[in-house]
C-alpha cells in the first residue's frame, strides 16, 4: 500500500463487511477508493474470508475466474448443463452455487473491461423478494424438497444467522428433469411469481460496472445476474467466490 492511497486496508474491510452484513448486503467499490495495490482483488477477497483451493474450472494464477464469453458459444458443464457466464446470453437473478451443498457466502466480481452498454449487473435483495410473497409462499420456499445433484434442499433457510437463500431458476428445473423428480404445481407456481418478480419487479436495481469497480455481494442474502451482451464483446469480469471470516449474518426477518 503506497503514501498515496485515500483509505487503510483497515477501514475498506470494516466498511465491506459492514454492508454485507446489513440491509443493503452489497457494495461496490471503485478503484480510486481503495488502497493501491496491484493485487488488490485477491488481497481484498483473501481478507473478506478463506481463499477456495480451486475453483472447478479455468482457475487464474491469482485464484479468480475469468468471466468471459467464449466464441464457440459457451462451455458445458459436467452434465452438459450450459454456463451462461461463458456465452452472451443475459444471465435471470440467481445466487451462486445453487447446487453445492454449501453455497458460498460472498461473491466477488471485478470488472477489467466493460460491455459497450450490455452486461449490466443486477441486483435483487432477499427482503424485497419477501416482502412481495404471501405467508403461505415463503412455506413453499422452506420445504426442503427442492432438487439438487445431492438431494432435496429448502430454497429459503434460516438458523441463528438468519434467513438466506438460494436461487437459480435454470438449475432447479435441470436437476428436477436429471433427477425424474417434477416439481409440484404449486411450487411451480410460485417460482413463476418469483422470476417474474426478479425480471420486472420495482426493487430490480441495475447498473453498468466500469472498469477497475468491484463488488462484493452477499449470496445469501441478495440475487444477481446480469443483461445480455453485446455482439463481438470484449467484456471480462474476474470472479472469486468465498467462505466469510468470519461468519455473516443472515438477513433478520423479525423487523419486517
Ligand atoms: O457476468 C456477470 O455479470 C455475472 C455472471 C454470474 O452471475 C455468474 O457467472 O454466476
Ligand atoms: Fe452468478
Known amino acids: 500500500m503506497g503514501p498515496e492511497s485515500g483509505i487503510t486496508w483497515k477501514k475498506l474491510i470494516c466498511s465491506v463487511r459492514r454492508a454485507v452484513n446489513s440491509d443493503a448486503g452489497f457494495i461496490v467499490i471503485d478503484r480510486s477508493q481503495a488502497p493501491s495495490q496491484r493485487d488488490f482483488f485477491t488481497t481484498l477477497s483473501r481478507s473478506l474470508g478463506t481463499m477456495p483451493k480451486a475453483e472447478a474450472f479455468a482457475l487464474g494464477k491469482q485464484?479468480?475466474?475469468?468471466?468471459q464469453v467464449r466464441m464457440d458459444?459457451?462451455?458445458?458443464?459436467?452434465h452438459g448443463f450450459l454456463v451462461y457466464s461463458t456465452t452472451g446470453r443475459a444471465f435471470p437473478c440467481h445466487t451462486d452455487l445453487y447446487r453445492d451443498r454449501h453455497p458460498a457466502d460472498l461473491l466477488l466480481m471485478k470488472c477489467?473491461?466493460?460491455?459497450?452498454?450490455?452486461?449490466r449487473t443486477i441486483?435483487?435483495?432477499?427482503?424485497?423478494?419477501?416482502a412481495s410473497l404471501s405467508p403461505r409462499e415463503i412455506s413453499v420456499l422452506r420445504r426442503p424438497s427442492f432438487p439438487t445433484e445431492f438431494g432435496k434442499i429448502q430454497l429459503l433457510s434460516a438458523d441463528s444467522h438468519g434467513y438466506s437463500i438460494r436461487y437459480n431458476r435454470r438449475e432447479i428445473d435441470f436437476f428436477a428433469r436429471l433427477r425424474r423428480e417434477p416439481l409440484s404445481a404449486r411450487q411451480s407456481e410460485v417460482l413463476n411469481k418469483i422470476d417474474l418478480?426478479?425480471?420486472?419487479?420495482?426493487?430490480?436495481?441495475?447498473?453498468?460496472?466500469?472498469?477497475?469497480?468491484?463488488?462484493?455481494?452477499?449470496?445469501?442474502?441478495?440475487?444477481?445476474?446480469?443483461?445480455?451482451?453485446?455482439k463481438g464483446t470484449?467484456?471480462?469480469?474476474?470472479r472469486i467466490r468465498l467462505p466469510a471470516r468470519p461468519r455473516l449474518r443472515g438477513l433478520n426477518l423479525v423487523a419486517n
Request: proline share 2%.
Open 63 to 67: 485464484g479468480s475466474y475469468n468471466i
Open 73 to 78: 458459444g459457451g462451455r458445458a458443464d459436467e
Open 112 to 119: 477489467v473491461r466493460a460491455d459497450r452498454g450490455g452486461g
Open 123 to 130: 441486483i435483487y435483495k432477499l427482503r424485497d423478494l419477501l
Open 197 to 230: 418478480l426478479l425480471a420486472n419487479g420495482k426493487e430490480r436495481q441495475e447498473f453498468l460496472l466500469q472498469p477497475g469497480q468491484c463488488i462484493v455481494i452477499n449470496n445469501k442474502t441478495v440475487l444477481h445476474g446480469r443483461t445480455r451482451l453485446s
Open 234 to 238: 470484449k467484456r471480462l469480469l474476474k
